[in-house]
């Protein structure tokens, strides 16, 4: 049998992935092959294997979280995922998320603001959202759908889109100041995949809730979102809560790929097992009284 890997060797090749994806200058959605598979060199089959192994481990640090979180802990991890429509989000929630114990997963997803959210600072209904200590919270679109939005349609003026900018920075930092982990991970489908994935929508009775005719208005101003993306990973991937650029033509990979960001946040958290907070001798004794 094969020697299981140790956190610090596991650490290493997760960050050999995460350096392969970071946003950093140069490195854009308008540069990125949709179709690469940074950091892994294996194919589709050895991936699913590897998205196993990792949801092991990844399972029982979660655990871990969680138990710590019902002790008194404060710490979370909060998954941001941002993309166009088809780009894989529903699927990550599903086949990422879905290899942890669902009690311990807060999700949530972003449309447009209700009535009673546009009364309020556009972060509110983003606060109201945050994992509780203990848990992995995952967004599917989030809080930069506010400037990504009005920032490809033309809605909003330069001043507003820097306000914004600096309130989401505010924000993250104070997050993570707090105790909750941000990963950040934009999933970057190409053109030509993102038609097959909507052609098959339309095609399929199965699939036509998940269409929407918003979803050729949006591909139209594919230019203009592409540029928005790319300001949003220019201006917004700080040292506490960086951005990861993802290639999403592939389904397995991306979900491999934020799997293995996931986990090296878990592992980055050093978590053990909460000490009880009770004389285990005693209660093993008591217990044995009642047989």
Do not use: C
Not at 65 to 73: K, P, S, W
Not at 146 to 161: F, Q, W
Not at 186 to 203: A, G, I, P
């Amino acid at each position: 049998m094969a020697k299981r890997p140790s956190d610090d060797e596991v650490r290493e090749r997760l960050d050999h992935v995460a350096e392969a994806l970071r946003a950093v200058p140069g490195r854009s959605v308008t540069q990125l092959d949709p179709a690469s598979t940074p950091g892994y060199t294996r194919g589709k089959e050895e991936g699913r294997s590897t998205l196993e192994a990792i949801g092991g481990r990844m399972s029982d640090l979660q655990e871990r979280l969680f138990a710590e979180g019902r002790t008194g802990g404060t710490r979370s991890v909060l998954v941001v995922l941002q993309g166009l429509d088809t780009a894989g989000k529903g699927g990550i929630a599903r086949h990422v998320l879905g290899l942890v114990d669902p009690q311990g997963v807060a999700l949530r997803g972003f449309g447009r603001p209700t009535p009673e959210e546009l009364e309020h600072h556009f972060l509110w209904r983003i606060r109201n959202a945050l994992p509780p200590a203990g848990r992995i919270g995952l967004f599917d679109r989030s809080h930069y759908e506010d400037i990504l939005v009005p920032h490809a349609s033309g809605t909003a003026d330069a001043a507003e889109l820097d306000r914004r900018f600096a309130d989401i920075e505010a924000f993250e930092r104070d997050l993570v100041a707090n105790g909750t982990t941000v990963v950040k991970a934009v999933l970057w489908v190409s053109r030509d995949e993102q038609y097959t994935r909507l052609h098959e929508r339309l095609e399929r009775p199965d699939k036509h809730w998940k269409y929407s005719p918003h979803d050729v208005d949006v591909r139209l101003q594919r230019p203009a979102y592409e540029a928005a993306y790319d300001e949003v990973l220019a201006r917004s991937s700080y040292d506490v809560a960086p951005w990861y650029l993802v290639p999403a033509d592939h389904k397995w990979y991306a979900r491999l790929a934020v799997s293995a960001l996931l986990l090296r946040a878990l592992l980055d958290l050093d978590l053990t097992w909460p000490q009880p907070s009770f004389d285990v001798a005693t209660e093993l004794a008591r217990l044995e009284a009642t047989r």
